[in-house]
């Protein structure tokens, strides 16, 4: 019945507030689960129960819960109390009971409206959109059709209800396009119902003269797409007759005030209701709390809302203007005693029609024409109501929920044929009620196996059945009057009621009451002790109003009406029909029941409308006049009825899951049957035997006091229960953080772990690789390239190139090189000489001039000397010079006689003469094409290099050297002993510059020299300790040279 997905949320809306929001947006989902693993998932109506706690507040918001449920005294209180405080609503069960506040309270707003939609029955105060939004749920939910039952007197406000809950739906039901317009008309048309069917009464000043119930079409969406209305016996008899402080229908008095001059000048209208004998029977037109111009503005706008065109608006206010002619309409007798019309605008057909009446006929006629004429046309209004709110689209299917708006129970002070039908409505609707609650109630103890003690309460059939009984019934009685040829009087109908019904207990008359009661009674009168109270009815007008006929020719006249309205409320067939109509009252009876039948086939809501007090006041709250209505209305029994068995019951699962925190064998969780659960629950909850029963799906408790117990106990339990949730739920959550970052750390952890171990093991893999390649590589190094070996191969050759490039040799001095492996000997000598020829490049590139004279020098004096003469190694590191001796080292003389003759290199020698190898300082001057010796200023031997045959040195350390001259002529000395410290560089020079580099000898042991004609000298030349040049005794020079360690 209840949408469980909201009651869930509001259950756990409830719960965060319960938990003091203790827990962030983030967390709701969670939050959620947890609440409902906490505390069951099932819906939980919390907030219905909860509303039980809000009890002290104004008295009970169920008189259910009233301790004292019999007391019609803390009934009336409660209303009271509650009254006060401008609570106008409260529950029996799920009847609604309101009391009409006669003045505007805040509690229908748009917001209102929102807070009751959707929302469980319980769950909000009292509230007829409660009322409105459950039955609209079942609707929807169950697809049954709906019925709202809205009762009580009159002014008690059952118009206003059937108007608030109009709004709800308009407000809350899903629209479209088209539901907006069928939501305005449903709205729209009461406004113009109301205007011809409403009227001011004694009672109430927006009294419904007519019954109404009105069916709501919703589609499958929920949307309202239709409507129908059926309407029950309009109070014509208003028409023509009001009494005291009433008022005719509100269209009349709407029309004259506010219509516009154009309207009435064209309708013969006054703005003076004064003008109209119709208006002034109640003598009071006008009524402060009613403002007719504006109702005709609302009213005007309604019937445009509805369909109306200006035509038709035209032609219905023309007739409501006939009428009003109509009741303006005089008679006066003439002398025949006739009728005749006297009024100014005489009518003429009417004055034919009426001639041959009396006087009292004639008026008569004329009222019977007007009520004829309103009344039809009225019931043509609904027609056209209908015609607009019919859904269009009729073959697809809908459900429907009724409103019933019917005309309350009423006395007067003289109370009519229009009483008696209103007042056997409201029997019938009570027998509704009794039978549906009682019913509802029966069976369900009955479902439950729950034994049920019947409650004793007044069930009002047999009055039904005194009205409308066959043949013996009231009505039956009142037709055959009717219908009876002969002389049928009101007083004969009394005389045969009386006859007929005269030991009924609910019936009586002045002939049949007992001497006290008798005086109470008049002759014509005869009351019935209707279920709400007894009532006088006076039998005058009865008969009349039962046939409820129209003369023939005045049927006629209207038939021929050119009005397009009154030709279809009068019709042809009507004439030509031999069969008398059914009488008012057989009507009445039968669409009576035809609207049981509807009622029944739905599921019924009730709205009990009560009027706190006759002066139609504010804050007034008459007690006799509420203790009246409570009777009547049933209300004690209907509460007796609820509370016979028990004031409390609930589905197992639902009970459990609100209170099983009140005992430790059900808490947290009941993991057998609910019924079990229930059983220990309330066992340790000490109920009593008495004060409970568990039934087959449900615990019925007795009295509320025991449900109240529990629900205080639950209520401290709550406190504790939310902070150990609390400290549970923080404990959760930052556990959860907690476990969700630990989990995070060692998954970051692994991660890079495994990430570790991979490279690791990637990277032995890979050395293990590369050394298994490298083993393979090396034990196949000597075959050819093959797959086995060529890494192997590479490698080598990389680390021999890489161990190249670091090892490269620095200068071509370095002899160094890596050894290459044995593929690359041939790569490396190319290499190898690559680089030398690179090195000797860029040396050579640097290389000076001079230093590459000195160096040609040095390479010759290798050539010549190297590995032949001892004191060679000592010479090489010393650098070759220019010349030892410079210009001013020599005789001028001397340079003066070599003239141009360039100089190249000169060096102080020794001179051994030939013969006796005497030691004479000279200088030896080296120039382009001679050798020169010079002895200072002299020069004494000049050898021209083409005579130098040769040069001669010993292989020892010593200096000496011999120059070989040819002799050719005797101009030459011979051959020149020469001694110098400089030998090597001396002798290369000289050797380059005569170019006599072959022709340098180096000798073992001896030199011959020619001394000059034929005669030869011999030097021996031996190794020694130190140098010494001597004339051995064997004529010879000896030449001791020391021996040097470098050899
Ligand atoms: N809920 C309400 N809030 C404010 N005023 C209300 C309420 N209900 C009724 N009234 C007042 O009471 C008056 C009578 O109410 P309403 O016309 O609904 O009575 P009723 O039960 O339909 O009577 P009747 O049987 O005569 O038609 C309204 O005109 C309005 O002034
Ligand atoms: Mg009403």
């Given at each position: 019945?209840?949408?469980?997905?909201?009651?869930?949320?509001?259950?756990?809306?409830?719960?965060?507030?319960?938990?003091?929001?203790?827990c962030?947006?983030s967390?709701?989902?969670?939050?959620?689960?947890?609440?409902?693993q906490?505390?069951?998932?099932?819906?939980?109506r919390?907030t219905?129960?909860?509303?039980?706690?809000?009890?002290?507040?104004?008295g009970?918001?169920d008189?259910?819960?009233?301790?004292?449920?019999?007391?019609?005294?803390?009934?009336?209180?409660n209303?009271?109390k509650?009254?006060?405080?401008?609570?106008?609503y409260?529950?029996?069960?799920?009847v609604?009971?309101?009391?009409?506040?006669y003045?505007?309270?805040e509690?229908?707003?748009?917001?209102?409206?929102?807070?009751y939609?959707?929302?469980?029955?319980?769950?909000?105060?009292?509230h007829?959109?409660?009322?409105?939004?459950?039955?609209?749920?079942?609707?929807?939910?169950?697809?049954?059709?709906?019925?709202?039952?809205?009762?009580?007197?009159?002014?008690?406000g059952?118009?206003?209800?059937t108007?608030?809950?109009?709004?709800?739906?308009?407000?809350?039901?899903?629209?479209?396009?088209?539901?907006e317009t069928?939501?305005?008309?449903?709205?729209?048309s009461?406004?113009v119902?109301?205007?011809?069917g409403?009227?001011?009464t004694?009672?109430?000043?927006?009294?419904?003269?007519f019954?109404?119930?009105?069916?709501?079409?919703?589609?499958?969406?929920?949307?309202?797409?239709g409507?129908?209305?059926?309407?029950?016996l309009l109070?014509?008899?208003?028409?023509v007759?009001?009494?005291?402080?009433?008022?005719?229908?509100?269209?009349?008095?709407?029309?004259?005030?506010?219509?516009?001059?154009?309207?009435?000048r064209?309708l013969?209208?006054?703005?003076?209701p004064?003008?109209?004998h119709?208006?002034?029977k109640?003598?009071?037109a006008r009524?402060s709390?009613?403002?007719d111009?504006n109702?005709w503005?609302?009213?005007?706008?309604a019937?445009?809302v509805?369909?109306?065109?200006?035509?038709?608006?035209?032609?219905?206010?023309?007739?409501?203007?006939?009428?009003l002619?109509?009741?303006?309409?005089?008679?006066?007798a003439d002398?025949q005693?006739?009728?005749?019309?006297?009024?100014?605008n005489?009518?003429?057909?009417?004055?034919?029609?009426?001639?041959?009446l009396?006087?009292?006929?004639?008026?008569?006629?004329?009222?019977a024409?007007?009520?004829?004429?309103?009344?039809?046309?009225f019931?043509?209004?609904?027609?056209?109501?209908n015609?607009?709110?019919?859904?269009?689209?009729s073959?697809?299917?809908?459900t429907?929920?009724?409103?019933?708006?019917?005309?309350?129970?009423?006395?007067?002070?003289?109370?009519?044929f229009?009483?008696?039908?209103i007042?056997?409505?409201?029997?019938?609707?009570?027998?509704?009620?009794i039978?549906l609650?009682?019913?509802?109630?029966?069976?369900?103890?009955?479902?439950e196996?729950i034994?049920w003690?019947?409650?004793?309460?007044?069930?009002?059939?047999?009055?039904?059945d005194?009205?409308?009984e066959k043949?013996?019934?009231?009505?039956?009685?009142?037709?055959?009057e009717?219908?009876?040829?002969?002389?049928a009087?009101d007083?004969?109908?009394?005389?045969?009621?009386e006859?007929?019904?005269?030991?009924?207990?609910?019936?009586?008359?002045h002939?049949l009451?007992?001497?006290?009661?008798?005086?109470?009674?008049g002759?014509?009168?005869?009351?019935?002790?209707h279920?709400?109270?007894?009532?006088?009815?006076?039998?005058?007008?009865f008969l009349?109003?039962?046939n409820?006929?129209?003369f023939?020719?005045?049927?006629?006249?209207?038939?021929?009406?050119e009005?397009?309205?009154?030709?279809?409320?009068f019709?042809?067939?009507?004439?030509?029909?031999?069969?008398?109509?059914?009488?008012?009252?057989?009507?009445?009876?039968?669409?009576?029941?035809?609207?049981m039948?509807?009622?029944?086939?739905k599921?019924?809501?009730?709205?009990?409308?009560?009027?706190?007090?006759d002066?139609?006041?504010?804050?007034r709250?008459?007690?006799?006049?509420?203790?009246?209505?409570?009777?009547?209305l049933?209300?004690?029994?209907n509460?007796?009825?609820?509370r016979?068995?028990?004031?409390?019951?609930?589905?197992?699962?639902?009970?459990?899951?609100?209170?099983?925190?009140?005992?430790?064998?059900t808490?947290p969780?009941w993991?057998?049957?609910?019924?079990?659960?229930?059983?220990?629950?309330?066992?340790?909850?000490?109920?009593?035997?008495?004060e409970?029963?568990?039934g087959?799906?449900k615990?019925?408790?007795?009295f509320?006091?025991?449900?109240?117990?529990?629900?205080?106990?639950?209520?401290?339990?709550?406190?504790?229960l939310?902070?150990k949730?609390?400290?549970?739920?923080?404990?959760?959550y930052r556990?959860?953080?907690?476990?969700?970052m630990?989990r995070?750390?060692i998954a970051?952890?692994?991660w890079?772990?495994?990430?570790l171990g991979?490279?690791k093991?990637?990277?032995?893999?890979?050395?293990?690789?590369?050394?298994r390649?490298?083993i393979?590589?090396?034990?196949?190094?000597?075959?050819p390239?093959c797959?086995?070996?060529?890494y192997?191969?590479?490698?080598?050759?990389?680390?021999?190139l890489?161990n190249?490039?670091?090892?490269?040799?620095?200068n071509?001095l370095?002899?160094?090189?890596p050894?290459?492996p044995?593929?690359?000997?041939?790569a490396?000598?190319?290499?190898?000489?690559l680089c030398?020829?690179n090195m000797?490049?860029?040396?050579?590139?640097?290389?000076?001039?001079e230093?590459?004279?000195?160096?040609?020098?040095?390479?010759?004096?290798?050539e010549i000397?190297?590995?032949?003469?001892?004191n060679?190694?000592?010479?090489?590191?010393r650098?070759?010079?220019?010349?030892?001796?410079?210009?001013?080292?020599?005789?001028?003389?001397?340079?003066?006689?070599?003239?141009?003759?360039?100089?190249?290199y000169?060096v102080?020698?020794?001179?051994?003469?030939?013969?006796?190898?005497?030691?004479?300082?000279?200088?030896?001057?080296l120039?382009?094409?001679?050798?020169?010796?010079v002895?200072?200023?002299?020069?004494?031997?000049?050898?021209?290099?083409?005579?130098?045959?040769?040069?001669?040195?010993?292989?020892?350390?010593?200096?000496?050297?011999?120059l070989?001259?040819?002799?050719?002529?005797?101009?030459?000395?011979g051959d020149?002993?020469?001694q110098?410290?400089?030998?090597?560089?001396?002798?290369?020079k000289?050797?380059?510059?005569?170019?006599?580099?072959n022709?340098?000898n180096?000798?073992?042991?001896?030199?011959?020299?020619?001394v000059?004609?034929?005669k030869?000298?011999?030097?021996?030349f031996?190794?020694?300790?130190?140098l010494?040049i001597?004339?051995?005794?064997?004529?010879?020079?000896?030449?001791?040279?020391?021996?040097?360690?470098?050899?």
């Amino acid at each position: 019945m209840f949408s469980t997905a909201a009651v869930d949320y509001l259950n756990f809306h409830a719960y965060l507030w319960f938990l003091g929001a203790a827990c962030k947006p983030s967390a709701i989902p969670n939050f959620l689960c947890f609440c409902l693993q906490g505390l069951g998932a099932n819906g939980i109506r919390l907030t219905m129960e909860s509303a039980l706690t809000a009890r002290d507040r104004v008295g009970v918001q169920d008189f259910v819960l009233l301790e004292n449920f019999t007391s019609e005294a803390a009934f009336i209180e409660n209303l009271r109390k509650r009254f006060k405080e401008n609570l106008i609503y409260t529950y029996i069960g799920s009847v609604l009971v309101s009391v009409n506040p006669y003045k505007e309270l805040e509690i229908y707003t748009k917001q209102n409206m929102e807070r009751y939609r959707g929302v469980s029955f319980y769950e909000v105060s009292p509230h007829l959109y409660a009322i409105a939004d459950n039955s609209y749920r079942s609707l929807r939910t169950e697809r049954k059709d709906q019925c709202i039952l809205i009762s009580g007197e009159s002014g008690a406000g059952k118009t206003e209800a059937t108007k608030k809950i109009l709004q709800y739906y308009a407000v809350t039901c899903p629209a479209s396009q088209q539901v907006e317009t069928v939501k305005d008309r449903l709205l729209q048309s009461n406004p113009v119902l109301e205007a011809f069917g409403n009227a001011k009464t004694l009672r109430n000043d927006n009294s419904s003269r007519f019954g109404k119930y009105m069916d709501v079409q919703f589609d499958y969406r929920g949307a309202p797409v239709g409507g129908h209305i059926l309407n029950y016996l309009l109070e014509k008899s208003r028409v023509v007759h009001q009494n005291h402080g009433e008022r005719n229908f509100h269209i009349f008095y709407q029309l004259l005030e506010g219509g516009e001059e154009d309207l009435l000048r064209r309708l013969g209208l006054e703005k003076n209701p004064q003008q109209y004998h119709y208006l002034v029977k109640g003598h009071c037109a006008r009524v402060s709390s009613i403002n007719d111009k504006n109702e005709w503005k609302i009213m005007r706008r309604a019937l445009s809302v509805i369909g109306f065109n200006d035509s038709e608006v035209e032609d219905l206010l023309s007739i409501v203007a006939s009428v009003l002619h109509l009741g303006n309409v005089q008679f006066a007798a003439d002398e025949q005693g006739n009728a005749q019309v006297t009024t100014e605008n005489q009518i003429k057909y009417l004055a034919r029609l009426v001639s041959p009446l009396n006087l009292e006929q004639a008026a008569y006629a004329r009222d019977a024409l007007a009520k004829a004429v309103y009344g039809r046309t009225f019931s043509w209004l609904v027609n056209k109501v209908n015609k607009s709110l019919a859904y269009k689209a009729s073959c697809r299917s809908t459900t429907v929920l009724g409103l019933l708006d019917i005309y309350g129970f009423e006395v007067f002070q003289h109370n009519s044929f229009e009483q008696f039908c209103i007042n056997y409505c409201n029997e019938k609707l009570q027998q509704l009620f009794i039978e549906l609650t009682l019913k509802s109630e029966q069976e369900e103890y009955e479902s439950e196996g729950i034994a049920w003690e019947p409650v004793q309460y007044f069930n009002n059939k047999i009055i039904c059945d005194l009205v409308e009984e066959k043949f013996k019934g009231i009505i039956s009685i009142l037709d055959e009057e009717c219908l009876r040829p002969g002389d049928a009087t009101d007083t004969t109908f009394l005389e045969k009621l009386e006859e007929t019904v005269k030991n009924h207990p609910h019936f009586l008359t002045h002939k049949l009451a007992d001497q006290k009661t008798r005086k109470s009674l008049g002759r014509e009168e005869f009351r019935l002790s209707h279920y709400a109270g007894d009532v006088t009815y006076s039998v005058a007008g009865f008969l009349d109003k039962n046939n409820d006929l129209l003369f023939r020719n005045l049927k006629e006249t209207m038939c021929n009406s050119e009005n397009p309205i009154i030709n279809q409320c009068f019709d042809r067939t009507e004439l030509t029909d031999k069969k008398r109509p059914e009488t008012a009252a057989t009507q009445f009876k039968n669409s009576l029941a035809k609207l049981m039948e509807i009622l029944m086939s739905k599921e019924p809501s009730y709205i009990r409308c009560m009027k706190p007090n006759d002066a139609k006041q504010a804050d007034r709250f008459d007690e006799v006049l509420i203790r009246h209505q409570v009777k009547y209305l049933g209300l004690m029994e209907n509460l007796r009825v609820r509370r016979a068995g028990f004031a409390y019951r609930r589905k197992y699962e639902v009970f459990l899951q609100r209170y099983k925190s009140l005992c430790p064998e059900t808490w947290p969780t009941w993991d057998g049957r609910p019924y079990d659960g229930v059983a220990v629950l309330v066992k340790h909850l000490g109920y009593k035997p008495e004060e409970y029963k568990m039934g087959r799906t449900k615990i019925f408790i007795r009295f509320p006091k025991t449900l109240f117990a529990t629900e205080d106990a639950l209520e401290v339990r709550k406190q504790s229960l939310a902070t150990k949730m609390q400290a549970t739920w923080r404990g959760f959550y930052r556990r959860k953080k907690f476990l969700t970052m630990k989990r995070s750390a060692i998954a970051i952890q692994s991660w890079w772990r495994g990430t570790l171990g991979r490279r690791k093991a990637a990277k032995r893999k890979w050395a293990v690789e590369t050394i298994r390649r490298f083993i393979k590589g090396f034990i196949y190094r000597n075959h050819p390239r093959c797959p086995e070996n060529e890494y192997f191969l590479d490698y080598i050759r990389f680390s021999f190139l890489m161990n190249l490039k670091r090892n490269l040799p620095k200068n071509v001095l370095d002899k160094s090189w890596p050894t290459p492996p044995p593929s690359l000997c041939e790569a490396s000598q190319l290499l190898r000489r690559l680089c030398m020829q690179n090195m000797v490049w860029t040396y050579c590139k640097r290389i000076s001039p001079e230093w590459k004279q000195q160096l040609e020098q040095k390479v010759i004096a290798s050539e010549i000397f190297k590995g032949k003469k001892d004191n060679y190694p000592q010479s090489v590191p010393r650098l070759f010079i220019n010349t030892r001796l410079g210009e001013e080292e020599i005789n001028t003389k001397v340079l003066q006689a070599l003239e141009n003759e360039a100089l190249k290199y000169a060096v102080p020698v020794v001179k051994y003469d030939r013969k006796g190898y005497k030691a004479r300082a000279r200088q030896l001057l080296l120039t382009q094409s001679s050798a020169i010796v010079v002895e200072e200023s002299k020069i004494k031997q000049r050898i021209d290099y083409s005579n130098l045959t040769g040069i001669s040195v010993s292989s020892l350390s010593d200096n000496l050297f011999v120059l070989h001259v040819h002799c050719v002529d005797n101009k030459q000395k011979g051959d020149v002993v020469l001694q110098s410290d400089h030998v090597i560089e001396t002798l290369t020079k000289a050797a380059i510059l005569a170019n006599k580099i072959n022709n340098i000898n180096i000798n073992q042991g001896s030199i011959k020299f020619t001394v000059g004609q034929g005669k030869e000298g011999i030097i021996d030349f031996i190794s020694g300790s130190e140098l010494l040049i001597a004339k051995a005794k064997n004529g010879h020079l000896t030449v001791v040279a020391p021996r040097l360690n470098s050899r």
